[in-house]
């Protein structure tokens, strides 16, 4: 079928996404990663496993045949308090579950879409995952270490809980098709944006190895490079590198896009998902034949030539086999009336940050949204030789082994991004440029004021995030590049405003980067407009300001700084016990899952039902005497708390 005649109206914007990847933190860290040909892997730390007590040279069973993969760095790092979680929640949660919340966040600030405003809305959430490391170690100590708060580690869980968090009440799905996994919930969210399910979607992809298992299995299947290096394309590839990865990109309606004044990254024209079915000689084979129908139907999809597109971002996984059919199958359906002077890149972000298995696709996805909008190919890592299982000479197949510029056509460069599972399952998506932004004149006139209001769940992040700020309104700050009144009206408008707030009113980036910096004064009152003057005071004490009144006509969204998170390490090594022998103290920083004073009620810091229960066996335990639960009950402050557990302490001693 063609899709021709309604390309338009099924397309879908990229209007925002976020990452935590080896070596890069967010996608600009992961832009300047590829532009310099950064290999991210490293020697495996301990805290994942004694990578010294499992690696042989020469693998038997048991041993693993690799020293390296990509890892994250702070992979236990969290901020409990801005989700509302006890130092014990915190501990206990997958980490994955963890990184993911704060990614989410990160992609939705970068889309500009205020998660208080998505909060009962049928926004989708779309998790490709194959792992739950964190709880079989877990289950692996043994059945009395196993309690109920394991439930909260199932895998089903990952889409679920940012679907709690945020009150989304649209599809929330965990898709596991093995490394094709994100790429399948790129393709499902899609067709739940197209039929008008979901206004908006979350789609993300989870990787963190914490166990040696899957890589002792690869290594006796053959398939793990033993230097730990992904080397596609290469004579030389010898398997995969595994590696770790959060990445979430939020989807919408292009036209919805349009019209809500959204910033668009790129464009999914078409997608397309198949099994191989009996195709190759086992499930577990790869078939060139289903790779060239998922291709072809997902071109189909687009109403898009595959002769036009410029750059696909493959699988590369860097198996000696896999590769060669890949590309094969690349050159047989994109080749196909190429002229001979374009030929047809193809790299892999593997070569980088290693395999990360589930999350590979939404990593692949990320890197080309990121080639599309710097209009560059960066080069694929590890190519020496290339493999001869490959017929270069009749295929317009490019590795780029240098930084290659995007052709201008006079119209949007276009890229794939490809998928395989081990489940036989194949994806490809179909991406395009965004269009320019239409030229817009913003109304600014010099000399007259904004408004430019911060706000952060604590203190110290606001703090943070004014420094922020201030190096990004600085001379060589990338807010210099966009009007001081889009700048106030996407903070105004496009972020959520928290508890602890900030508004500072400045006529030009300078005065309000010194102002922020401490070493400028805001306009003084004499000369600032009564209605800014009364908006600061209103926005500072917690009240709701109208913004759109303020701003006056509708400003234009620009990217801005992120939310600065207070992290913290979680991680099941005795926290608490380290930091306090007091027993009260311990069980406050067991529980409460905000910072406290004295007069803190329970509930405000988190202090329900279910804690007072846990309280009382924990208690129980350390004491060696039944606790009354009726006293427990009548507490109402964590002062009275804190005096009544170091009673029954004393009475018990």
Known sequence: MNRTDDV???????????????????????????????????????????????????PGPGTIGSRRA????????????????????????????????????????????????????RTGVFVGNARADYLEIRFREGLQSVTASQLNNFRSLLPARLSYFLDLRGPSVLIDTACSSSLVAVHSAVQSLRVRESPLALVAGVNLALRPDEGVMMTQAGALAADGRSK???????????????????????????????????????????????????????????????????YEDAGVSPADVDFVEAHGAGSPVLDALEITALGEVLGEDRPSDRPLLVGSV???????????????????????????????????????????????????????????????????VSGQGSSSLNAHVVVRQADPPPAVATKEKAGRPYLLPLSARTPEALAALRRAYTAYLGADGPGSAFPLRDICYSAAV??????????????????????????????????????????????????TVDWEAISGEPGRFVPLP?????????????????????????????HARTTYEDDSTLVDVGIDSLAKLRIIVELSQQTGHEIDPEELGRLRTVGALREWIRATEARTA
């Open 8 to 58: 338009g109206a099924r397309s879908i914007a990229v209007i925002g996404m976020a990452c935590r990847l080896p070596g890069a933190d967010g996608p600009d860290e992961l832009w300047d990663l590829l532009r310099d040909g950064v290999d991210a892997t490293s020697e495996t730390p301990p805290d994942r496993y004694d990578v010294d007590s499992l690696h042989s040279e020469r």
């Open 350 to 416: 593997k070569t980088n940050i290693g395999h990360a298995e589930a999350a590979g696709g939404i990593a692949g996805l990320i890197k080309t949204v990121l080639c599309l909008e710097h209009g560059q190919v960066p080069q694929s890592l590890h190519l020496d030789t290339a493999t001869p299982q490959v017929a270069w000479d009749e295929l317009p197949v490019l590795v780029p082994e240098k930084l290659h510029d995007l052709p201008d056509h006079g119209r949007p460069c276009r890229a794939g």
């Open 232 to 298: 596609f394309a290469d004579a030389a590839a010898d398997g995969h590198t595994p590696g770790d990865a959060v990445g979430v990109v939020v989807l919408k309606r292009l036209a919805d896009a349009l019209a809500d004044g959204d910033r668009i990254r790129a464009v999914i024209e078409g997608s397309a998902v198949g099994n191989d079915g009996r195709t190759s000689g086992s499930v577990l084979n790869p078939s060139k034949t289903g790779q060239v129908e998922v291709l072809r139907w997902a």
């Open 70 to 121: 990509g890892y994250l760095a702070g992979m236990a790092d969290f901020d409990a308090e801005f989700f509302e979680m006890s130092a014990t929640e915190a501990v206990e949660l997958d980490p994955q579950q963890r990184l993911l919340l704060m990614t989410a966040w990160d992609a939705l600030e970068d889309a500009g879409r205020r998660p208080d405003e998505l909060a009962g809305t």
């Open 562 to 590: 992120g939310y600065p998170w207070q992290t913290k390490r979680y991680w099941p090594d005795g926290e608490c016990e380290e930091r306090t022998g007091d027993l009260a103290e311990w069980v406050l920083c067991e």
């Open 494 to 543: 496009r972020r959520q405003h928290h508890e602890h707030r900030l508004a500072v009113v400045a006529s030009s980036h300078e005065e309000m980067a010194a102002v922020l910096g401490g070493s400028g004064e805001s306009q003084g009152h004499g000369r600032t407009p009564r209605k800014l003057a009364k908006a600061v005071e209103l926005y500072r004490n917690g009240g």
